[in-house]
């Protein structure tokens, strides 16, 4: 279901995602507004047809304008922005956020934030190797998941419009899932990948390597360009829950060493098979 | 340069990467001929053009036609070979093969070889994740790297011989490493990678996590869909080398978790900006 096609949506901070809602949502039809910190930006996304107005300072006048407020800001920016400007936000508004990590965010913002506001968390999974609205696209949505991380505040209103806007935004799919699940599932499928990626990248003097290299090194350190400033705040945001992922993967890295170092091949083929077995639920378009 | 178009060539193994060396040789012209254990094999070979005739026994009155012969074998089964048949070579024939490590087999090979035929190693780095001739592309190797690795013993002329062999198969690249060379860099590259994939892909219960997947973890699991009969026999044939590279990785790791367990942003951010500088030497059509 889409949104309402009346509501008034905002969007704080336009990078490479906030950038991505503003032109998907214009594009759709809605009044988009934006607030960032630089006056090129908002000019870029002028330019574009991005957003229909927008700021650099945040004002009550301007704010209380919107229905939905979108953060599309780092975490502990999108703290202290609830912080110091809630009182400008619109007696009902619903504002959502873009966040990669949920459990110490979802709490923290709903436990602070005024009683006629409500917060309903949401992770687009999309994203690219570099950043900024230069490189923003509503293009990174078409074949990425939108996760919904509802807590027992959340109004079945607010968790409505919050999947509507998952769905105007052009996601492949839309779903839901508890701040808890999320971060496991993250810290498996995102964070750890980034850790073993930059790990791989790092671990040996690789001059003149580049020549002799195929397909699956490249894969497997295409995320080892990393934006260093987001992923080291998200990783400590979720630290408890990654370092039982990164455990998980040692313990499993070490279980096939110990059957190489012991040249035990039933066992390593035990496990390449399992893998194998495993992969094919990930099949994509024969990838 | 090419290969002299006079010298016929036989392709020992007819499975995706002989099956692919068959195919590009006879479009180029050549007289291709094939042993392969399986009737069904040179049949579909022969229907598609890829041989001009080939054989499920072998026999000196086959196998000595041959200036060139390629063995396309599993490491083992190329030695046995060896050992049971070269008294079938022509004296003066090349022999080259496509094994994935060298140091074990290259040596091993030519000291038991009768001392008028010659052995150059080489290897195509090329593949995919399935097997068998009826994937066999020489597309496989148009954006792929071909090494030769000469020892000693080599003469000019043969390592000209097997260099213009990648040229004529249509290489990206046709590039000489050591034996020892050769083999830590793959142990790198190739086989700490598909180390990493498989553990990844093993290390827990992944039910239910297909529909949250970005491209993160399809990328890195990619070669997790393994040959396990080929794998743990290359695995081991490089073990000491391969230890080795699985060391370093782990250091790296343990490096980037012990920063993340104390917190240490500075830490991580250093080693996240070193990863991304050593990406950018191996960026290719920007991934």
Known sequence: MKLDKNLKICIVGLGLIGGSYAQALSDEGYEVGAVAKRRQTIDFALEKGWIAHGVTDVTAQYISKFDIVVFALYPHIFVEWIEKYQSCLKSGAVITDVTGVKGCVVYKIQEMLRDDVEFIAAHPMAGREKSGIEYASKEIFRQANYIVTPTAKNTATAVEICESLGETLGFKTVSRLS???????????????????????????????????????????????????????LFLLNKDELLKQMELFEAAFSKLKKAIETGDKDKMRSIMKLSTEHRKRFDKEGN
């Open 179 to 233: 701040p808890e699940e999320h971060d496991e599932m993250i810290g498996f499928l995102s964070q750890l990948t980034h850790c073993i990626a930059v790990s791989l990248m790092t671990c040996r003097d690789t001059d003149g390597f580049e020549k002799y290299t195929g397909d699956s090194f490249r894969d497997l350190t295409r995320i080892a360009n990393i934006n260093d400033v987001m992923w080291s705040e």
